[in-house]
């Protein structure tokens, strides 16, 4: 028996040296809690005893030893309690009679079970407590001790939380929990192990990994754990970890559980769980369960952090090294699998429970399955044993280093025996093998077409009584684990929607199966998820059903099939993985597409184009550009020359080589690709094709990143008109050309009516493609930027578009990713805003992590990198850094001149604020020699009268000022101010600022590539 103190809350004196021991079964562990708690509240000092009842020990002995523990005992009574050692009822009785009757007054009892008990355990008098709620079950407590009437008294322990009632759940209560294993047996340590780590890890620092090899029953022991200490928890949730995208969907899942506010986009959701489980809001309670993490490097980046608690199950101990504390599973000690094969097939003796444990090694799968086939046979444990030893060759070689071999030769014999007495439930679970082991989304076989099914297979899945006889069979002997049910309705746990296969059960039967069966079964699955395949990746709605195909390609080893429908398949799911942003494990699969296709389809065959197409696409949106820059040019060598330079698929590489340009800041060859592409889709496709109305979008994308901006908004004007006419106004397309439009604007410094377009805009973004799409979350940047140029700056104004950034940016980190190029754009100018309006540190800290995330994901000498450094030298001067700004400031505009050239407007606005560093520092000569420079050149770039032009032309008064030629300073001044009146007004901020002399300066914003 082991023991433990729990807090005692304050009585009076009479009841202060009352004692009550609670002594309770681990399952029971809840019970124990809450009458504990109880019991406190009523002034009594409580001691918890949990029972184990050691086989070695005699039960009276153990009895008497429990006479020791202090005041009275209340014994918490249920089946396991009795069932822990084992022992038999008969020896229960016995023992009860002989220690407990005797001394009646000192015991009692609380019964929570309705499953038969010892009759002996009448002497406890145990009070009822099932089917009761929580106010009769505390009176019946207190009745059953005598303190009824006792008035409760109040805790000086303001921080314990009151126990929830044992039959009550958590809030967020995950229905994919698996069914709690009513023959689970010890593990007491492991349990009180894991429990007393999370209890004890700081905050965000609550992950524990229940480490082992395939069968020790890891997943058992984690569902133990959660039925255990459920009621410590406000939310409980279960994701099947073993691929990265279903681990994506399931706690994505998890949002609406959450009530959190989002679109239907599960990555949206995704990044909303993470964020909320952080924060601890609504819930700072929480347990997440990663079951069959196998691949640490492929998840380890989305395990939440925060007030709450992860238990992963895994093979691999490399949790270890991703801030988990690791805690080996090993098989069970002999006294623990000898209860549990007697609760699995009661007819087996001890002895004879002995010496299957020893035949096969006390593996928990291993035992369950074998005991469970053995209670309904009539072949004795010996002749069992006789069969494991002769049945498999044992110079065999083993499916996996992780099996024992004891495993393999029972399965063995299990299987002949399922082909004996249930051929369709082999047939079954042949076919379940070529899908992935795990959750198995059985439900496909079934509405799938069966015209070109083999005739044994088609009879399986048509025939709804022979498809429920081989479920019934597999659950019979803990095949498919009837605890890994998820359907709630009868109907679904005889039918069998989604199925739980173990990987060891997996590899055995696929590695067994004769070839040609392999061949049907194989081609069966293949056509299950053809027929499943929406066929539509862009679409959002479609991608909760792609993340469920997806982790199945490679065990229906797709890549290998030359079936058109499969191989559309394989496209359209690398399509889904970019649109979701799933990269990592799209370029995973986008890789082996290349290399396996080659081989299978020939080096230049069309299909190698198109995944090579799509997986370019992936490593673009990781900012791989040098390796799809280089992909795409291999493609435009080799399609050119054979399919024709006005070919889709060649136009479609070079349109993709124009982006990694573009990505590069390789601007003035992206315009040379993006102005062939134009004519030659027009002549080649027509001029009304979606790809031509593409490739001119993206001429209008290169000519404003290379500060062409009058350009570039004729450019999107043409297009936008196009789109309305060809495609409707409110096409997704057609309200990205809005946008662009709108951008160009005030780009071009027209505020006003950019925002009144942009607003319109945004509203019809967010109907189309959802507030967490890219383009909606550009377009509302756009228009915050919009509504700050358009000129009031009193502090309720300036404090709502801060929030508004802030807002947007939190949900481009949430929705698109915190390396994201959209939520780097966003970031630069919250940064920015931050800066203007005093939040120094806060606008110091993000400005910082844009340059580092920047420096990684660009190559050196980016104007990405220039610009954001040189947004930073402003902050440095703010907080009276002025020689560094000084330095930094000079140094981006060199960086950008070298990048972009002299005239780009991001090299003037460069070269505007180091005029102003100049004159901090006491340069007045050379600030307005930059400042004479930077005016004329932004004059014949972008106008007189374009916003920058006029913070030059202010600037550069104020450098004449330094250097006592008033009266040219007076004259420069006045035409600037009269300039900026006409445009802006003279209640316009900007007018303001200038007439009071307060220097104009630029921030750097990087634009979508």
């Known amino acids: 028996m082991s023991e433990s103190r729990a807090p005692v809350g304050p009585a009076d004196r009479h009841a202060q040296n009352q004692a009550v021991t609670i002594s309770f079964a681990g399952y029971n562990r809840a019970w124990a809690a809450w009458i504990g708690y109880v019991l406190e509240r009523h002034g009594q000092r409580v001691v918890y005893q949990r029972w184990e009842g050691p086989s070695e020990v005699p039960l009276a002995e153990q009895l008497r030893d429990l006479r020791l523990a202090p005041g009275r005992i209340l014994i918490v009574v249920s089946e396991w309690y009795f069932q822990l050692g084992p022992r038999t009822y008969e020896e229960w009785n016995t023992a009860l009679r002989e220690v407990v009757a005797p001394e009646a007054e000192r015991f009692a009892g609380v019964l929570v079970t309705n499953q038969p008990v010892p009759t002996a355990t009448t002497v406890l008098a145990a009070t009822d407590l099932t089917f009761v709620g929580a106010e009769e079950a505390e009176r019946r407590v207190l009745d059953r001790l005598d303190l009824l009437g006792r008035s409760p008294v109040e805790s000086t322990d303001s921080a314990r939380r009151a126990p929830r009632f044992p039959t009550a759940s958590p809030e967020v209560w995950d229905p994919t929990v698996p069914r709690r294993n009513t023959r689970f047996t010890g593990r007491e340590k492991l349990l009180n192990d894991a429990y007393r780590s999370l209890q004890d890890a700081q905050p965000g620092a609550g992950v524990v990994t229940f480490h082992g090899m395939p069968g020790v029953g890891k997943t058992q022991l984690v569902a133990e754990f959660v039925y255990r200490f459920r009621l410590e928890y406000d939310v409980v949730w279960w994701v099947r970890a073993e691929k990265r995208s279903g681990y994506r969907r399931a706690l994505a899942e998890l949002a609406p559980k959450l009530g959190l506010t989002t679109g239907a986009d599960y990555g949206e959701r995704l990044r909303a769980v993470r964020t909320s489980l952080r924060r601890g809001d609504p819930y700072a309670n929480w347990l997440l369960v990663l079951d069959g993490a196998d691949e640490p490097e492929e998840i380890s980046d989305l395990v939440p952090t925060g007030t709450g608690h992860v238990l992963i199950t895994s093979r691999n101990p490399q949790w270890r090294d991703h801030n988990s504390q690791l805690l080996e599973v090993p098989v069970y000690d002999r006294t623990e699998s000898v209860a549990f094969i007697r609760r699995r097939a009661p007819r087996l003796t001890w002895s004879e429970a002995e010496q299957l444990a020893e035949a096969l090694e006390d593996l928990p799968l291993a035992l369950d399955q074998t005991a469970g086939w053995l209670n309904d046979s009539d072949m004795s444990v010996t002749q069992y044993i006789d069969l494991l030893e002769s049945s498999v060759d044992q110079s065999a070689v083993r499916v996996s280093p992780d099996f024992r071999m004891s495993f393999q030769q029972s399965w063995s014999i299990l299987l002949g025996k399922l082909r004996e007495t249930a051929p369709e439930s082999v047939d079954l679970l042949q076919l379940c093998t070529f ?64 199925f739980y296969l173990h990987r060891m059960v997996h590899q055995i039967v696929r590695q067994n199966m004769p070839d040609q069966d392999r061949q049907e079964f194989i081609d069966v699955v293949r056509q299950a998820l053809v027929a499943a395949n929406p066929g539509s990746p862009d679409d959002v709605r479609s991608w909760e059903k792609y993340a469920q195909l997806v982790p199945h390609l490679k065990h229906a080893d797709v890549l290998m099939s030359e079936d058109r429908g499969v191989q559309r398949l394989v496209l359209d799911s690398l399509r889904y993985m970019y649109q979701s942003g799933d990269y990592v494990a799209g370029i995973k699969l986008g890789e082996r597409a290349m290399d396996t296709w080659r081989s299978l389809l020939g080096e230049n065959h069309p299909k190698v184009w198109e995944v090579a197409h799509h997986y370019a696409n992936l490593l673009r949106g990781v900012g791989e550009y040098q390796r799809s820059e280089a992909i795409t040019r291999s493609a435009i060598e080799y399609l050119r020359d054979a399919q024709g330079a006005e070919s889709l698929a060649h136009i479609r590489a070079v349109s993709g080589l124009a982006a990694d340009l573009r990505a590069l800041a390789r601007y003035e060859e992206s315009l040379e690709l993006c102005e062939w592409l134009v004519p030659t889709c027009r002549a080649a496709l027509s001029p009304d094709s979606v790809t031509t109305l593409r490739v001119e979008n993206n001429l209008a994308v290169t000519l404003r990143l290379l500060g062409r901006y009058e350009q570039a908004r004729e450019c999107d004007r043409r297009t936008l008109e196009e789109r309305r006419r060809i495609l409707s106004t409110r096409n997704p397309s057609t309200l990205s050309s809005e946008f662009h439009h709108a951008l160009d604007l005030r780009l071009l410094g027209q505020y006003k009516v950019a925002g009144s377009i942009q607003r319109e805009n945004v509203r ?222 003279a209640q316009h901020s900007y007018t303001v600022q200038a007439r009071r002399r307060e220097r104009l300066l630029w921030d750097f914003e990087p634009q979508e590539t």
């Open 435 to 498: 899908f992935a082991p795990g959750l198995i989304p059985v439900d496909l076989l079934r509405q799938m077409p069966t015209v070109h099914v083999p005739d044994r297979i088609a009879e399986l899945l048509d025939d709804t009584d022979a498809w429920q006889k081989a479920v019934k069979q597999l659950r019979r002997y803990s095949v498919i684990p009837e605890e890994f049910q998820t359907a709630d309705s009868d109907e679904a746990s005889t039918s069998g929607g989604l």
């Open 764 to 985: 019809e973004l967010r109907r189309a493609v959802g507030p967490g799409n890219y383009v909606t979350v550009l377009a509302e940047y756009n228009y915050a930027l919009c509504a700050y140029g358009s000129g009031g700056r009193d502090r309720e104004h300036t404090d709502q578009l801060l929030a508004a950034l802030a807002d947007l940016r939190e949900r481009s980190e949430r929705v698109l990713g915190e390396t994201s190029p959209t939520t780097l754009i966003v970031t630069s100018g919250y940064s920015c805003f931050a800066r203007r309006h005093g939040n120094v540190d806060e606008a110091r800290t993000v400005s910082e992590s844009v340059i580092a995330r920047y420096e990684v994901m660009l190559p050196a000498g980016h104007p990405y990198i220039a610009g954001s450094r040189a947004n930073y030298a402003l902050i440095l001067s703010d907080v009276g850094e002025r020689e560094q700004a000084h330095a930094m400031v000079e140094q981006a505009l060199l960086d950008m001149t070298a990048a972009v050239g002299q005239d780009h407007p991001w090299t003037l606005g460069c070269a505007l604020n180091a005029s102003a560093m100049r004159k901090l520092v006491d340069e007045f000569d050379a600030a307005a020699e930059l400042s004479k420079d930077t005016v004329t050149k932004a004059t014949e770039t972008l106008g007189r009268t374009h916003p920058l032009t006029v913070f030059a032309r202010i600037g550069l008064a104020d450098d004449m000022r330094g250097l006592r030629s008033g009266q040219q300073a007076e004259k420069v001044e006045q035409e600037a101010l009269s300039d900026l009146t006409s445009a802006f007004g």
